[in-house]
């Protein structure tokens, strides 16, 4: 042993050379175990029932107010039947899954000290934080898959066959239903990259999307009468289009009672869809930047 | 390939606050070396940065001669690690836990089966193989997390106060298995400010103090340090002995230079000299006929050495 100053090492530092260095497995693969051990302790946890719950709740209710008031506007064809009971539910219920599996995702590793055991194995950051999103992703999913089975459930019992009959638009708004459920899902790992403490992180994503885009939401549009494109929340509003039909983009709504004339904008799906992008990719990378710089203190 | 770890100029300031100024230090063989230091020293700001939890503002760490800043990854690969209690998920049980840390080192499924059983049973938590970890007290992850680091067999031990939360039979138990792991070929970094553990199970120490290394030096020449310094010896006898008597019998004894009462069966003797010295001492109070029934250093070479060491830091 030397207390002495030592030579100062090269670039990079020498190469390890016991041959057992190799046998590491790949980023890629790492990622993909990562997120298997982290999605078993999710299906686990009780997080993953309070989810369930709040779905399997969310379904009764939908189940049960069909049931007993029959709307002809939704039981004429499948289109109408899931732009009714799937969008708004789904929208909903990913804000929920968002919140639940992702809020502390990262802060989490700091508080509650996982991340020293997670860390101290032969991995990078990126590693973790993208076995911990793909985990996320894939609870989130099964969440609004029991969801959509519930709605088709339903969709099944009224409409018979002709709940399949054209399943295309339900798919495109699935698939644009994904697309947000990325988007939130880089924005929730965003602030949990930012805290390291869990209830700081699930709160200010649950405060800003419950009640904080809405009153922005609000803002733009009743103050600074713009279109808020540029807000999650409001591009979000193409996931029922497959199934419900576009809007016009500006409405003209005049308000019989104090006869005001206000200004509605729907998000085109140009807009709905590059703004959900933007927000994936932006705030999935941002977090990433964060995480790495985050220390174990 | 010779296992090793290496600080140079490895320093971290949080603000103002220098935690760790400057270490540098190499560590290599298979042996067991004691980080030592009183609280806020600094030593786990070091093992931190030697696990890249957390980033140095200068200097590198390297972990068998690969620089754990720059290449995480294959730096860790041959080293397992404990630092600060770390948590296991609580819905994993420890087999699978082992399954996924094992996996992540590429690992091979057969190989990481046995070698969960053989260190879950080194660490006493065999029964426990399958329960969720979620359900364990603090001792028993702490077991379950020394059985994690070993897992791989790594070349590269790094423990920070493995024995942090155990009660005394489990503390005694974590320092046999230190124990048992140095008759492989692995250096073992153990951070502690137990002395009689460092004492217990290391070859070697480094001193740290207010993040500065004070020494850095094999055990067995600890002693050395503290030159022809005086020594304190505890010597109890089995009945009360007079002043008198120990002025007039005990006080000439070559060594003894000064001597302070405990109790009346008690004494506490200042010594000079070292071992040798001491040895001629036990011979001629034994055979004074007073009863001596027990003789042994008030405090162990490592300890002196290192009050006297931390003193000197604070003034």
Request: hydrophobic share 45%; net charge neutral; no cysteine.
């Given at each position: 042993m030397s207390a002495i100053p030592v030579p100062v090492p090269t670039e990079g530092g020498a190469a390890g050379g016991d041959g057992t260095l190799g046998q590491v497995p790949s980023t890629f693969q790492q990622v993909l175990l990562l997120s298997r051990y982290q999605f078993r302790d999710y299906l686990r946890s009780r997080r993953f029932i309070l989810m369930m719950a709040i779905v399997a709740a969310t379904g009764a209710i939908l189940t049960a107010v069909v049931a007993y008031f029959r709307p002809s506007s939704l039981l004429d064809n499948a289109n109408d039947f899931y732009g009714g009971l799937w969008a708004g539910g789904a929208t909903f219920l990913i804000l929920f899954a968002g919140i639940i599996f992702g809020g502390d995702a990262i802060a989490g590793e700091f508080q509650n000290k996982t991340g020293y055991f997670l860390m101290g194995l032969p991995v990078r950051r990126a590693t973790v934080y993208a076995g911990k999103y793909l985990a996320v992703l894939l609870a989130s999913l099964v969440s609004i898959l029991v969801y959509?089975?519930?709605?088709?459930?339903?969709?099944?019992?009224?409409l018979g066959v002709g709940a399949f009959s054209d399943l295309g638009p339900l798919a495109?708004?699935?698939?644009?239903?994904?697309?947000y459920l990325l988007a939130l899902m880089g924005f929730v790992f965003l602030f949990s990259s930012m805290?390291?403490?869990s209830v700081y992180a699930v709160l200010v994503v649950a405060v800003l999307f419950l009640f904080g885009f809405s009153i922005v939401q609000t803002v733009v549009l009743d103050l600074a009468h713009i279109e808020p494109w540029f807000m999650?929340?409001?591009a979000n509003g193409v996931i029922g289009y497959p199934l419900s039909g576009v809007p016009a983009h500006i409405q003209h709504v005049r308000n019989p009672f104090t006869r005001v004339t206000a200004t509605a904008y729907n998000p085109t799906y140009l807009e709905g869809i590059g703004v959900m992008l933007g927000y994936w990719i932006g705030t999935t990378f941002a977090g990433l930047f964060f995480f790495e710089r985050e220390e174990f203190t | 390939m010779t296992p090793s770890l290496e600080a140079v100029g490895l320093t971290k300031r949080f603000g103002s606050f220098t935690a760790l100024d400057h270490l540098n230090l190499k560590v290599e063989g298979a042996k067991c070396v004691g980080f030592l230091g009183p609280n806020g020293a600094g030593k786990t700001t070091t093992l931190k940065m030697f696990t890249d939890l957390i980033f140095p503002t200068e200097g590198q760490a390297f972990i068998n001669g690969v620089c754990v800043q720059t290449d995480r990854?294959?730096?860790?690969?041959t080293c397992g690690d404990l630092i600060e209690s770390p948590e296991i998920y609580p819905a994993l049980t420890p087999r699978e836990a082992f399954e996924m840390s094992g996996a992540l080192r590429g690992m091979r499924p057969?190989?990481?089966?046995?070698?969960?059983?053989?260190?879950?049973?080194?660490?006493?938590?065999?029964?426990?193989?399958?329960?969720?970890?979620?359900?364990?007290s603090k001792g028993m992850k702490q077991r379950v997390n020394i059985a994690a680091a070993l897992l791989s067999d790594?070349?590269?031990?790094?423990?920070?106060?493995?024995?942090?939360?155990?009660?005394?039979?489990?503390?005694?138990?974590?320092?046999?298995?230190?124990r048992g792991l140095k008759n492989e070929n692995r250096l073992i970094f153990m951070s502690s400010h137990i002395l009689s553990e460092v004492v217990d199970v290391c070859d070697e120490v480094a001193l740290l103090d207010r993040g500065k290394l004070l020494f850095a030096d094999r055990l067995a020449k600890v002693a050395d340090r503290l030159g022809g310094g005086v020594r304190g010896i505890e010597a109890e006898f089995t009945s009360p002995i007079d002043d008198a008597v120990v002025a007039e019998k005990v006080q000439p004894l070559p060594g003894v230079v000064s001597w302070s009462r405990e109790s009346p069966t008690r004494l506490t003797l200042q010594v000079k000299g070292g071992l040798p010295e001491?040895?001629?001492?036990?011979?001629?109070?034994?055979?004074?006929?007073?009863?001596?029934?027990?003789?042994?250093?008030?405090?162990?070479?490592?300890?002196?050495v290192y009050l006297r060491e931390i003193s000197v830091g604070d003034a």
């Open positions: 959509l089975a519930i709605i088709m459930g339903n969709g099944t019992y009224y495109a708004s699935i698939a644009l239903a994904i697309l805290f390291k403490t999650l929340s409001y | 990854k294959q730096a860790l690969s057969e190989e990481i089966r046995a070698r969960t059983a053989i260190v879950l049973d080194e660490v006493k938590m065999t029964e426990w193989a399958n329960q969720k970890v979620g359900r364990f790594p070349d590269v031990v790094i423990l920070d106060e493995p024995s942090t939360g155990l009660d005394p039979r489990g503390m005694a138990e974590v320092r046999s298995i230190v001491q040895s001629r001492l036990l011979s001629q109070l034994a055979g004074l006929g007073l009863g001596l029934v027990s003789f042994r250093e008030s405090r162990s070479a490592l300890e002196e």
